[in-house]
């Protein structure tokens, strides 16, 4: 069973279905279940029907099969997203309290429609709240003289109908722009709906909740710094003895946590560092290390130092804090800062509060470091390091924190004579430097220097067409510009 022929193949033509020509009316409900029926039955045929895939075999299919099963899979999953959102919607509609004994859900015996959809569907009560909050914002509206109005939130509708983000996705983009929507402009809050929803698919739900936090900062500035404060309000540690343990629990505000978490990060990655060339281990599962245990002895090894142990050099790896604010955020005091490896942006304020405190300054591109070494220099210096993390923000790739990257040479040092310059570096986390050059992959630089641009191209075994997919800091991060 080849990839092509399954692509082109008549029987799944419906899995790619055009939900644009619905636009979640309710009016095309009916085709648009029936459609579904059809992608999921072709699926079945595929899984089950043919000679050279054995039915339920999972097993038995190559890459480019479990590939294409993931793919079809997450858009028929997507698809019924949609779909569940609009009937929850509708559930929701027939069901308000003011229809009384009417009530759909009463009808039913259920108290109300969250109620009635989470018992039908079989999940929780709070998720299918969560389902009837996409399907309100998703759903057609109508103005009191009868006029058709479109959805509250048209961006993501569209993107929910056309299958393009499911409702976990939609749901996170939804109740965000809700929650500023009394403290932010229309027209900004319709430009950051449509960067999210354009951004959201190939983003896991962790990376999408990162790049929401920031839009949310972006959208409601005012509302940032007050924030921290209660923040720093709630902040507790307790520390209780109990069968023979230190049990830990506390909360730190997240600008003054910074330091603490940059450090156990940096102490646990070195030990990965250090097993991974422990030769004498091998791959063995039970020398892998345990990243909670670890953290704990992070923890204890950072005690220790901090009391005067004989061992001075931690192994931070050159793990820092960085603050980032542009020159106008510094001294006018408006916009926003960030700390690399923290998701939350924080006030220009407690940026300042932060430096104040110690953190190592830095200023990038500036005309007193060099940004360029030519072939003087293998390893990249610190500053250059510090500009790559200004313009990848991490791994370039996945999103890791800076602490858990190198900075590579795009074109090898000895194989390829490539040159320690900023615009001939990338910082990527291990796995996907091994990734990078194990598969295949090529990297390209848009552009010149921190405002540069990262571009991973896949190899045609991942995508015959190759396109470009973008990665670091713009792809990650949300930015007014």
């Not at 003289?145 to 299958?163: M, R």
């Not at 061992?311 to 106008?328: H, I, Q, S, Y």
């Not at 075994?461 to 007014?480: E, I, M, N, S």
Request: hydrophobic share 40%; with cysteine; glycine share 10%.
């Amino acid at each position: 069973m080849e990839r092509d022929r399954l692509s082109t193949d008549s029987n799944l033509s419906k899995i790619s279905l055009d939900c644009n020509a619905y636009i979640c009316t309710i009016g095309g409900m009916e085709d648009l279940l029936t459609g579904l029926e059809d992608a999921v039955a072709a699926l079945r045929q595929v899984w089950t029907g043919d000679d050279d895939v054995p039915a339920g075999a999972a097993s038995e299919l190559n890459g480019p099969q479990l590939v294409w099963a993931l793919e079809q899979l997450g858009a028929v999953t997507r698809q019924v997203d949609g779909v569940r959102a609009q009937v929850a919607a509708e559930v929701d509609r027939e069901s308000r309290r003011e229809r009384g004994a009417d009530s759909l859900a009463k009808q039913q015996g259920y108290r109300n429609a969250g109620a009635m959809i989470a018992a039908v569907t079989g999940i929780g009560l709070g998720e299918a709240n969560r389902v009837i909050t996409v399907g309100r914002a998703i759903a057609p509206r109508q103005a009191l003289t009868g006029e058709p109005l479109p959805a509250k939130h048209p961006f993501v509708a569209e993107g929910v109908c056309a299958g393009r983000i499911g409702q976990l996705a939609a749901g996170l983009i939804v109740t965000m722009l809700d929650r500023v929507a009394m403290r932010s402009k229309a027209s900004d809050r319709d430009r950051v709906e449509q960067i999210l929803v354009e951004r959201a698919p190939g983003l896991t739900l962790d990376q999408l909740r990162k790049l929401v936090a920031h839009c949310e900062a972006w959208l409601d500035q005012d509302g940032v710094e007050p924030t921290e404060r209660e923040r720093r309000d709630a902040e507790y540690l307790h520390v209780l003895e109990r069968d023979g343990f230190l049990v830990i629990d506390g909360k730190i505000e997240i600008s003054r946590g910074a330091a603490f978490k940059v450090a156990i990060d940096a102490l646990v990655s070195a030990v990965f560092r250090s097993k991974r060339d422990d030769v004498t281990h091998g791959d063995d599962d039970a020398v892998r290390p345990n990243v909670p245990k670890l953290q704990a002895e992070a923890l204890i090894h950072l005690a220790e130092h901090a009391l005067g142990c004989k061992n001075k050099d931690l192994p931070l790896a050159g793990a820092t804090v960085v603050v980032r604010m542009d020159l106008e955020t510094l001294t006018e005091g408006a916009g926003l800062a960030e700390i690399d490896g923290i998701t939350a942006p924080i006030s220009p304020a407690r940026a300042r509060h932060v430096a104040a405190a110690g953190i190592i300054p830095v200023v990038l591109d500036g005309e007193s470091e060099v940004m360029d070494w030519g072939r003087e220099k293998r390893l990249f210096t610190r500053p250059q390091q510090l500009a790559l993390v200004e313009r990848d923000g991490g791994c370039a790739m996945c999103n890791l924190p800076p602490w858990m990257t190198k900075a590579h040479h795009l074109n090898w040092w000895m194989r390829d004579h490539g040159e320690t310059d900023i615009d001939e570096g990338v910082l990527l986390c291990e796995s996907c430097h091994h990734r990078i050059h194990d598969n295949g992959w090529e990297i390209r630089i848009g552009g010149h220097g921190v405002k540069a641009k990262v571009w991973f191209i896949p190899p045609v075994t991942v995508d015959p067409a190759q396109t470009p997919r973008l990665g670091g800091r713009a792809r990650f991060c949300y930015t007014a510009a």
